[in-house]
């Protein structure tokens, strides 16, 4: 077990005006609308529903009693009710929904370390537009892993999605190709100690991918690791063209040139962090140097 406590900010020049934000309205969301997670009614009616996003469709079913697989408890799941807006902006929605305290404060304990250094290298416009891309691509993966593996018609297509860490995972993505050396204080079992980013971050994917493809067993119904996963591989695919003007732009030195698009890849990005904040904007980089079970699936 790998648990990120503190990542070294020591070089953030701004403010993270929007982490703060996403945290305080996924925490108010989840206080107020959903009622610390028992309010039913409300993450039935706002989550994100596979069958709902594939057909465009709103659908609504009765509540239904199943069999809790380890427990043998028979319990009452209440069905889905209608969404009074589309469908499709559930997507949105559901990313400041959580189906318990555990889930909310593990989410909100990864973009606090994690996302105010994306925030501080891409802005703030281009972080909010980076994390809800990152966010909405990541339940697209989940609803097409969904239809995919179990079928539109199936039951599983009518379970329902919420959380927000397919654009947290999104913004670890992005963090480990920005800071891939960065140091990040874990819980390694149970010592403190400090492991580079590629660390940190490569296990909590690892396990994404162990968990995800099911290769230890089990069942992992409650957990939506599609995305997870693809959400990460969205922060991965996105963070260099969001930071693309960054490196293409004038140098603010005479004589120098432009950054051609294979130089923006092979910088070094650790660089870029500790850069003023007016030379981000405008110098050439130095190129050489993780609700309940049957009721919603987190993410």
């Known amino acids: 077990m790998v648990l990120p406590l503190y990542d070294d900010n020591s070089d953030r020049t701004t403010t993270p005006y929007v982490?703060?934000?996403l945290l305080a309205i996924n925490v108010l969301v989840f206080v107020g609308p959903q009622?610390?997670?028992?309010?039913?009614?409300?993450t039935m009616t706002w989550s994100t529903v596979p069958y709902e996003i594939v057909t465009g469709e709103d659908r609504s079913t009765p509540p239904r009693r199943v069999t809790q697989p380890l427990t043998g408890e028979i319990v009452t799941v209440p069905g889905l009710l209608p969404t009074p807006i589309s469908v499709y902006l559930t997507l949105i929605m559901s990313m400041f929904m959580h189906g318990g305290i555990a889930h909310l404060a593990g989410n909100m304990l990864f973009l606090w370390i994690f996302g105010d250094n994306i925030e501080d290298i891409l802005g703030h416009a281009r972080f909010i537009a980076f994390y809800f891309i990152c966010g909405v691509l990541a339940s697209l993966a989940h609803v097409f892993s969904v239809v995919l593996l179990a079928g539109l018609d199936s039951e599983e297509a009518l379970i329902p999605s919420l959380g927000a860490s397919g654009a947290i995972s999104g913004v670890l993505g992005g963090y480990l190709l920005l800071f891939p050396t960065r140091q990040v204080l874990v819980l390694l079992f149970r010592f403190l100690t400090w492991v580079p980013a590629y660390v940190a971050i490569g296990i909590w994917f690892a396990f994404q991918l162990i968990e995800g493809f099911g290769l230890l067993g089990g069942s992992h119904e409650s957990v939506a690791y599609a995305a997870h996963i693809g959400g990460f591989l969205a922060?991965?695919?996105?963070?260099?063209p969001f930071t693309f003007r960054l490196l293409t732009r004038p140098s603010l030195s005479a004589g120098e040139g432009l950054v051609s698009p294979l130089q923006t890849w092979i910088f070094d990005l650790?660089?870029?962090?500790?850069l003023p904040r007016r030379c981000r904007a405008g110098c050439v980089l130095d190129t050489e140097g993780p609700t309940r079970a049957f009721i919603a699936r987190h993410r």
């Open 270 to 274: 650790d660089t870029l962090s500790s």
């Open 235 to 240: 922060g991965v695919a996105l963070v260099i």
């Open 19 to 21: 982490t703060y934000a």
């Open 35 to 42: 009622g610390f997670g028992t309010d039913d009614k409300f």
